[in-house]
């Protein structure tokens, strides 16, 4: 049986090297790259189009969202699956928005991830099963234009600032930063994409 091709993204050393030797120990596993952020982990997968692609989310660069929907977009074959330490709903919805086939715990035992990626081969979904029942429970209350704007008030910019990458009139930002500012229930824009970080819908 041919074995399943592994790259594993992880910006922590210890943990992917960890990870690695765990997943090497399968039998119909291999591990063929390994990258330590984003960037590198897309240039893999890319020049190497391994089967699977495991990729922690929060990474320099590129986040291991970005790079799911970067692959999605390009119409590659790779399968990616989210482990990483966050236990959000919200974080789990915007992994499936981009294409993400798994989305397990870091502190899962190996055994369910080496499971998970047979299955995430062979066509399936895993996801964490305590994450699972409220997955799309809920929802993310903002609409994609709300979060671009946020994304970008979240690094400082100012209202002009953002309207100029995002080809928006000034107002059209304080309209969306409004509306997003009302959704969050808090009283300004950092606070807004601050709370929205938390809860995975950025």
Do not use: H
Request: hydrophobic share 45%; glycine share 10%.
């Amino acid at each position: 049986m041919t074995p399943v091709r592994l790259v594993l993204a992880e910006d922590q050393g210890l943990v992917l090297g960890a990870l690695s030797a765990l997943l090497s120990l399968e039998d119909d596993l291999q591990v063929v790259g390994q990258a330590t952020d984003g960037e590198a982990a897309l240039a893999l997968c890319r020049d190497l189009q391994p089967d699977v692609l495991v990729t922690d989310i929060e990474m320099p660069r590129l986040s291991g969202l970005d790079v799911a929907e970067s692959l999605r977009a390009e119409g590659s074959a790779v399968r990616v699956i989210i482990v990483t330490t966050f236990a959000r709903s919200g974080y789990l919805r915007r992994a499936l928005e981009v294409g993400a086939r798994g989305y397990l715990l870091k502190d899962a035992p190996a055994e369910q991830l080496a499971e998970a990626i047979r299955r995430v081969r062979a066509g399936g979904r895993a996801i964490a099963p305590e994450l699972a029942e409220g997955a799309w429970a809920g929802g993310n209350p903002l609409t994609e234009r709300e979060r671009q704007v946020l994304r970008a008030a979240e690094d400082g910019a100012g209202t002009s600032s953002i309207a100029g990458v995002l080809g928006l009139s000034e107002g059209t930002v304080r309209n969306y930063l409004s509306e997003a500012i009302s959704k969050m229930e808090v009283r300004g824009r950092v606070e807004a994409a601050r709370k929205a970080r938390e809860q995975g819908w950025l």
